[in-house]
Nanobody, 129 residues
Framework: QVELVESGGDSVQAGGSLKLSCAASTRKFSSCGMGWFRQAPGKERELVSGIWKNGTTFYADSVRGRFIISQDSAKIQTFLQMNSLKTEDTGVYSC???????????????????????WGQGTQVTVSS
């Protein structure tokens, strides 16, 4: 069973920075997309940022310009660089992935799981004023 493991959560003051990392428990895991979600106390979980296999990225309006999502060259680890942190960024950050189901050896076309189907346990980010 593949697991996603997050790290990098911490307590920081407003204006500070943190870098979160997410890695699959096995190198054999191939993802189509990776996303970072957060859940603040008393609020629903929200998608903060995502990155797709072709490099396309997504950012929620609340973090655009402050957060940067990236992957290492082997696409084994996914990172979320969080800058200019605000108190409202506080929450549990979880990474998620939708895995690669099939790759055609004939033409290279791929089939991906239709939604995020692997989740990490989460890492706590606390931003104080």
């Amino acid at each position: 069973q593949v697991e996603l493991v997050e790290s990098g959560g911490d307590s920081v003051q407003a204006g500070g920075s943190l870098k979160l990392s997410c890695a699959a428990s096995t190198r054999k895991f191939s993802s189509c997309g990776m996303g970072w979600f957060r859940q603040a106390p008393g609020k629903e979980r929200e998608l903060v940022s995502g990155i797709w296999k072709n490099g396309t990225t997504f950012y929620a309006d609340s973090v655009r310009g402050r957060f940067i999502i990236s992957q290492d060259s082997a696409k084994i680890q996914t990172f979320l660089q969080m800058n200019s942190l605000k108190t409202e960024d506080t929450g549990v950050y979880s990474c998620a992935a939708n895995n690669l189901l099939f790759r055609s050896t004939a033409d290279g076309r791929i089939l991906c799981a239709p939604k995020y189907n692997y989740w990490g346990q989460g890492t706590q980010v606390t931003v104080s004023s």
